[in-house]
């Protein structure tokens, strides 16, 4: 069957499955380093560096995080009606916000550090949070790069420097992180507090968060300049009469900028948010001791894989975001309920089979890959695993409702979900002896929230209804299928292998059934499968083995 002309010229699956691996490859290097990381600082040290990465990811939202998301949208609408000119000043002024709010960020986590971390009541997590300081900085003059290229529909450059930033990233924090373990227990041995060796090879790991945002600016940079000529020809050809002047376009970058800040910040605001309170009521309870350890099983083991698939939606959303304005802009409504069915779709085709391997091997997952404390940290993988789907639909709904410019939805959904997200976590904290538990059964509250409130909103803005038993059912159907296949496969092997054997053979047999069932029950059509990456590789092979 031939790939029909209407899929060939729309790429933005394409694009946001390009992201999408990328963003794979990227957790899955992030979730790799991790390992000999909290190996080396163990889990007190990961919960000093949660910390102090909570904060450090506030600053960054509030300065510089939605700076690409911003600025794709920007030049998108400005290049969608060919003014090339005022697309560039878009950039240009990008570049001035990014220095004067990630300036400013790292000068207050710089000098504010300790007081910011005895707002988390973890005040040695103030020296991993200094080092975070110039990262602010760097990745926001990052983020309008980024941006700018995605608004030209090209997500690659955005792709190739996530991988860079997190290969630096690994390699820097390996070697950090055990120098200054290393330098914590001297130091640590001389003024008799132990704790000072965590909270030193903490810093050593967000050490390569900085060195990799660095390389990735370089290599953004370099390219944009092997590519200025082609752009200089496309501004010379443009006949705009009004050239906007870099004071609306700051206007502007602040006006499209700031309900994503707030969406983004109450969105994310709940991690710190959970911090505070766990470590605050846990004392109360007498149980301060032990607070930093188990935060750093929760953060650095279960987490850590639960965010892996979850790096898929926040790429597609990426990808749709630019497209979605464009029709917007073009007044293609109908073209805008396609783009969001079908990112839904691909979307929760990724989410239930990682959902459920996840569920199903959380044990020998956790047990292959860390050492300590296993037991804690695969309960917790179980308990929130329904969170990759609901974090799916609800991060992809936010890009989509930003994308048409409905930017004040995903502020007020956010801010609902979260109150209901601490009313949860406060009333059962108190009231209740699940500790961590309470941390995860709040996420899921929150996270089923935002998914349900800015499904609704997307309904009523495009007066748009997702298809369900293709984009929900039938997934839903073939994961649980592949579930019980490799729960049984696994219970065998566990008798007679080790954690390797466990873990390699379920996850590539239950790739392979549900790749079977979602083509038998009908989920995926084979035009469709032309629109992700290597789909006519895909289709070929599935016709050789009868499954199209």
């Known amino acids: 069957m031939a790939r ?56 960054l939202l509030i300065s510089s995080y939605s700076l690409p998301l911003a600025i794709s949208k920007v030049v998108s609408a400005r290049l969608s009606k060919r003014q090339y ?83 630096i990233n690994a390699v820097i924090s390996i070697i950090a992180a055990k120098s200054l373990f290393d330098y914590g227990k001297k130091t640590a041995a001389l003024l008799r507090n132990e704790d000072l060796s965590y909270a030193y090879g903490a810093a050593g790991s967000t050490l390569g968060t900085s060195v990799g945002a660095f390389a990735a600016l370089l290599f953004l940079v370099a390219l944009y300049f092997m590519v200025a000529g082609r752009l200089r020809k496309k501004y010379s050809g443009d006949d705009t009469r009004y050239v906007e002047s870099y004071g609306a376009v700051m206007q502007m970058i602040l006006l499209t900028v700031f309900p994503v800040i707030l969406s983004t910040a109450i969105y994310n605001i709940n991690d710190i948010l959970d911090n505070f309170f766990f470590n605050r009521l846990m004392e109360m309870k007498g149980f301060g001791a032990e607070k930093t350890a188990i935060w750093g099983v929760y953060t650095g083991k279960s987490k850590l894989l639960l965010n892996v698939p979850i790096a898929l939606a926040n790429s597609i959303s990426a990808s749709a975001v630019p497209a979605l304005s464009s029709c917007i802009a073009s007044d293609n409504i109908k073209g805008a309920r396609k783009r969001v069915s ?22 020998p997952i956790i047990n292959l890959l860390f050492s300590g404390e296993t037991a804690l940290a695969a309960a917790l993988i179980r308990a929130g695993a329904v969170t990759v789907m609901t974090y799916s639909v609800s991060t992809l709904s936010n890009g989509m409702l930003q994308g048409i410019g409905r930017m004040n939805l995903p502020v007020k959904n956010a801010a609902i979900s979260l109150v209901l997200h ?65 729960f049984v496969l696994w219970k065998l092997l566990s ?19 549900y790749f079977i069932c979602i083509l038998k029950f009908g989920a995926v059509r084979e035009d469709e499968l032309y629109d992700i990456p290597m789909g006519g590789k895909i289709v070929r092979l599935a016709k050789s083995f009868g499954l199209l």
């Open 422 to 486: 601490l009313a949860a976590l406060i009333a059962l904290m108190y009231y209740t002896n699940l500790g961590i538990y309470a941390v995860v059964i709040s996420t899921v509250v929150f996270s089923l929230s935002m998914c349900l409130l800015n499904s609704l909103s997307l309904r009523h803005s495009l007066s748009y209804r997702q298809e369900k038993v293709r984009t929900f059912v039938l997934p839903a159907l073939s994961a649980l299928v592949m579930g019980v296949v490799i």
């Open 495 to 513: 008798l007679f292998t080790g954690y390797l054997i466990q873990t390699v053979i379920p996850i590539v047999v239950g790739g392979v059934i």
């Open 85 to 167: 000119r005022n697309a560039n000043r878009v950039f240009r002024g990008g570049l001035l916000f990014a220095a004067i709010t990630g300036g400013l960020a790292g000068l207050i986590v710089l000098f504010g550090a300790e007081a910011l971390a005895n707002v988390l009541s973890e005040p040695l997590s103030a020296i991993a949070l200094r080092i975070f300081a110039p990262t602010l900085l760097i990745v926001a003059v990052m983020g309008v790069f980024r941006g700018y290229f995605q608004g030209m529909g090209n997500m690659v450059p955005t792709a190739v420097s996530q991988i860079i930033e997190q290969i």
């Open 4 to 59: 029909p002309a209407k899929n060939r010229k729309s790429n933005f699956i394409v694009q946001g499955g390009l992201l999408g691996i990328a963003g794979i490859i990227t957790r899955i290097i992030g979730m790799i380093y991790r390992i000999p990381v909290t190996n080396i600082i163990g889990d007190k040290g990961n919960g000093y560096y949660a910390s102090a990465y909570y904060i450090y990811n506030i600053m």
């Open 342 to 363: 079908a990112a839904m779709r691909f979307t929760m085709i990724i989410s239930f089979p990682c959902a459920m391997g996840l569920f199903v091997l959380a044990d």
